[in-house]
């Protein structure tokens, strides 16, 4: 079975400062997508940042950037000038091809300090 | 802006109670998906729908049974609600047949059992 495991409950970082949030998974398949998603204290989710599993180069997204390490099937999320807006849940998740259906880790819940 | 709307935030219900969640998507998306999320369990897929009366069971499905009669709209049935079936529950959707598209989220609703 596929699994995500994110080990962090529970992060927090200052103001503009940069932060890491960690993500490994497990799963037999070559082919798959990863996945960051946000969940402000309001509960809507939506998608940070994508990444192809046979894509070598690193997703980025303004701010946010990940290091994918498919050998080692790590997936981490840098935050960069960290804001205050930048605090929520974050989930990682991933999709094997073929099956449409996003499995999600446990979350780590990111606080921004002033 | 698409958009995933869930009929309730918030729910209080009886054990024993049959139960409705409401999710309806404007996005002419093929699959739909309900999530039950824990603190510390993350999202838990229920049910998975790639398209209309087409139902596959997820991590979770024991309690529940979903119907999906239209496209745009997905139910979560709660058959005989119980007091470990609470929480918050998100639908979600995503376009078909198009592994790396993002998942869209409802706003969540927070069922309570008394």
């Known amino acids: 079975a596929q699994t995500v495991t994110q080990s962090q409950p529970e992060m927090s970082v200052q103001e503009a400062e940069t932060v890491t949030l960690s993500c490994t998974y497990d799963t037999s398949e070559s082919n798959y997508y990863l996945f960051w998603y946000k969940q402000p204290p309001s509960r809507q989710m939506i998608l940070v940042i994508r990444q192809e599993a046979y894509k070598q180069q690193n997703a980025t997204e303004n701010r946010f950037s990940v290091n994918f390490q498919k050998a080692a099937k790590s997936f981490s999320l840098k935050i960069s000038d960290s804001q205050l807006g930048d605090t929520a849940m974050y989930f990682c998740?991933?999709?094997?091809?073929?099956?449409?259906?996003?499995?999600f880790g446990t979350g780590t819940r990111l606080k921004v300090l002033a | 802006d698409v958009k995933v709307t869930q009929s309730s935030r918030y729910l209080v219900k009886r054990t024993g109670e049959k139960v409705f969640l409401e999710c309806v998507q404007d996005m002419d998306h093929e699959n739909m998906f309900w999530y039950r999320q824990d603190p510390g369990l993350g999202l838990r897929l229920i049910y998975f729908?790639?398209?209309?009366?087409?139902?596959e069971k997820g991590d979770i499905p024991e309690g529940y049974s979903v119907s999906r009669e239209k496209k745009e709209r997905f139910s979560l049935i709660l058959e005989s609600a119980s007091t470990n079936q609470t929480s918050m529950y998100l639908c979600?959707?995503?376009?078909?047949?198009?592994?790396?598209?993002?998942?869209?989220f409802g706003q969540g609703t927070r069922l309570t059992v008394v």
């Open positions: 979600a959707s995503s376009l078909g047949l198009q592994e790396n598209t993002e998942a869209f």
């Open positions: 729908s790639y398209d209309v009366k087409m139902k």
């Open positions: 998740a991933f999709m094997t091809s073929g099956t449409y259906k996003y499995i």
